[in-house]
């Protein structure tokens, strides 16, 4: 028999997915290194402790080759030198660089383009997961997980809970999205989801993610914009509205104010203030 079957503990893919659960990472997280190491195993056809740093670059390699963005590449990047440092002990990743970021700037909505957008919408539920996602600056996955009893209507207030990082986090609710809000979630137990599925159970991100397609495309907006933007337009549309980027950087959840800095290139009020020489012609 398979020692790795008869002892599971000696077989490395459990222990990382182990290591993994007990630093308390992430369901996705710990779903996406899982991925990339066994496409690096098949991709070497090697046993994880014959894998060498020409097999490492080689994989590297070969997801740069299609196409895939810096991000991903980094991703795939972190999954390898977690399970090879971490679990096999092995410290050849220094010679490895990782892929530079992609400068690329966050598609952000105005807010006359976000109004468009809630106009095609004429579900109540969906109208509300689309303006709290704006209203409060929320990534998708929080607002699979929020829960009624997250929401403080009196103070104006809703807790992300375990957000990206496993850290929860305060943010704010408008007055405007609260009546709604109120309604929607009147007798219902604190403990549900505030977004369900038809089947029960918190509704899914692809779900989500199609709500926003589908208003995306009724609209009049040419953007490349996604789910995500929303959350970007939350940002932006506070620093242009004179909101201390401190203040921003608690209510996203970043842990660097540099990842909040973005914000200040795409912000165009000061832009709009400027007088190209052309006019001067």
């Known amino acids: 028999m398979d020692e790795n079957r008869q002892y599971p503990s000696k077989n490395p893919i459990y222990q990382l997915e182990q290591e993994m659960k007990l630093r308390r990472f992430s369901h996705k997280t710990i779903k996406s290194y899982l991925y990339y ?6 991709f070497t056809n090697k046993s994880p402790r014959n894998i060498n ?7 590297l390699t070969h997801l740069l ?3 895939i963005s810096s991000s991903t590449i980094n991703s795939a990047y972190s999954s390898l030198k977690f399970y090879f440092e971490k679990i096999l002990h092995r410290k050849f990743f ?7 970021k992609d400068k690329k700037l966050p598609v952000v909505l105005s807010q006359t383009e976000i109004k468009q957008l809630f106009a095609t919408i004429n579900n109540a539920k969906h109208k509300l997961i689309l303006g709290l996602a704006y209203a409060s600056g929320l990534r998708i996955s929080e607002i699979t997980n929020i829960k009624i009893a997250d929401l403080n209507f009196e103070e104006r207030t809703l807790i992300v809970k375990q957000g990206k990082g496993a850290k929860d986090r305060l943010t704010i609710l408008p ?3 609260i009546q709604p809000l109120k309604k929607y979630t009147q007798n219902k137990p604190g403990y549900s989801y505030l977004f369900e599925s038809t089947r029960g159970g918190k509704l899914s991100e692809r779900s989500i993610q199609k709500v926003f397609e589908n208003a995306l495309l009724k609209s009049t907006i040419k953007k490349p914009a996604s789910f995500h933007s929303l959350r970007h337009s939350f940002a932006t549309h506070l620093l242009e509205a004179g909101t201390d980027i401190r203040y921003i950087q608690t209510l996203l959840g970043h842990a660097r104010l540099t990842t909040t800095q973005i914000y200040t290139q795409v912000s165009n009020k000061n832009l709009k203030d400027i007088k190209s020489p052309l006019d001067s012609l």
């Not at 740093?53 to 994989?59: A, E, K, L, S, V």
Request: avoid cysteine; glycine fraction near 4%.
């Open 175 to 177: 007055e405007k999205i």
């Open 53 to 59: 740093t020409g097999d490492i670059r080689d994989f």
């Open 65 to 67: 080759d299609q196409n």
């Open 37 to 42: 190491i066994n496409k690096s195993l098949e």
């Open 94 to 100: 220094i010679n490895i660089p990782r892929a530079k």
